[in-house]
């Protein structure tokens, strides 16, 4: 267990390395006391989870990140929530994986709109090498050219594909655990809760920032909620990116008709995250859609410090990107600077 809070830590852009906190980053969290802190009354939880957050985060500030589906739908793979698993009826239709200048339109589209991180989801079950991946590797490559932080989401990667994304610049990989191990088995079938760990070592070996979280509304119990969050924060190093989500019921899906997520539970979910992994980016992800501004700031109140903007995230709504900036103008919410280097290109 380190005392600064951050040796240990892979450098990725918001490493706040210069931070010294006294408040250690723990890898034994236990799901009782895990447990324990969930069910804190409200404002206790949000005021514990606040004081972490600004003994690190002391600027206070909230990433902008953007968000653009790259390879839409067909996926064979059977995740119950997902509108882009070719086998569900839910009236998205496969597209063909996107040409590289397009892409860099749209990066450059959401740098001038304000976003410092761009993010590319493949609906893949895992990266094939081949002509499409060397289409990736050139996204990559571009994203950084403009001077933004790239993540990538692709499925499951080689150790030799890690390495491709690493060398092209790739700052993060999203890939998440979703849910518990206990109840992965009942979401997912086609693949294994090891099969997801496996990936995530490849992408932590390669020296690429780990961006994991999950979703809640999958008809998890709360006991769920909190092993997950004990095995992202007992891993050997804590992911730099933890993306929180909320079920985004979509009709075709199986779970389309699951109970809608109580917003003051993602508050919950999400100071949960903050205390148990202190200098990660929590990023309040899929979900805004469904809940009030206020929920939103509670969130931010709890140590969110991203959220993805724009009015589409992969398939499904966004809130409206006036909507967001009004927000932010009228909260005093506070942009996170990309800390990169400078654009090598206008
Ligand atoms: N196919 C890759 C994979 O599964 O890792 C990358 C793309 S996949 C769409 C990325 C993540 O989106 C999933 O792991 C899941 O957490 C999230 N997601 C997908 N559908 C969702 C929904 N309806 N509501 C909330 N999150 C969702
Ligand atoms: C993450 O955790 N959430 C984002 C991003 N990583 C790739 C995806 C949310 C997808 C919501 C459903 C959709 O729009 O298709
Ligand atoms: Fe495919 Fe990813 Fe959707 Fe699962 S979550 S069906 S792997 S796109």
């Known amino acids: 267990m380190s005392t600064t809070g951050f040796t240990g830590h892979a450098h990725t852009a918001h490493e706040p390395a210069h931070v010294h906190t006294e408040i250690p980053l723990r890898h034994d969290w236990t799901v009782a ?30 990433q902008l990140c953007s968000l653009l589906s790259i390879k839409t739908g067909g996926c064979p793979e059977d995740c119950g929530y997902c509108p882009q698993a070719a086998r569900y009826q839910t009236g998205v239709k496969a597209e ?34 081949g002509p499409q991946f060397d289409s990736v590797i050139e996204m990559v490559k571009g994203v950084k050219t403009l001077g933004m932080e790239a993540c990538c989401t692709l499925g499951m990667v080689t150790d030799s594909q890690a390495k491709r994304l690493k060398d092209a610049g790739l700052d993060a990989y999203n890939h998440n655990l979703d849910t518990s191990e206990g109840h992965y088995g009942d979401i997912i079938s086609t693949r294994t809760y090891d099969d997801r760990l496996k990936t995530l070592a490849r992408v932590r070996n390669a020296g690429i920032g780990v961006c994991c979280g999950g979703i809640i509304g999958l008809g998890e119990s709360i006991d769920d909620r909190c092993h997950m969050m004990v095995t992202l924060a007992n891993q050997p190093q804590h992911p730099e990116s933890v993306p929180v989500n909320a079920l985004v019921p979509v009709k075709g899906t199986p779970l389309a008709d699951n109970e809608r997520v109580d917003s003051l539970e993602m508050v919950r979910t999400i100071a949960v995250a903050r205390i148990l992994m202190p200098a990660s980016m929590v990023r309040l992800s899929a979900g805004r859609s469904q809940m009030n501004e206020e929920a939103q700031l509670l969130c931010m109140m709890a140590g969110a410090n991203s959220v993805f903007f724009g009015d589409k995230l992969l398939t499904t709504g966004n809130p409206e990107y006036e909507q967001d900036m009004s927000l932010f103008e009228r909260a005093g919410l506070k942009p996170l600077e990309p800390n990169v280097d400078k654009p090598q290109q206008q």
């Open 96 to 129: 063909k994986l996107m040409a590289v200048p397009e892409v860099l339109e749209a990066a450059k589209t959401a740098r001038e709109a304000g976003a410092t991180r761009f993010c590319m989801g493949a609906a893949w079950r895992e990266v094939k090498d």
């Open 33 to 62: 006391e895990t447990r324990a802190l969930y069910e804190l009354p409200l404002l206790e939880l949000v005021y514990r989870a606040q004081s972490v957050h600004r003994s690190v985060w002391k600027d206070n500030k909230v």
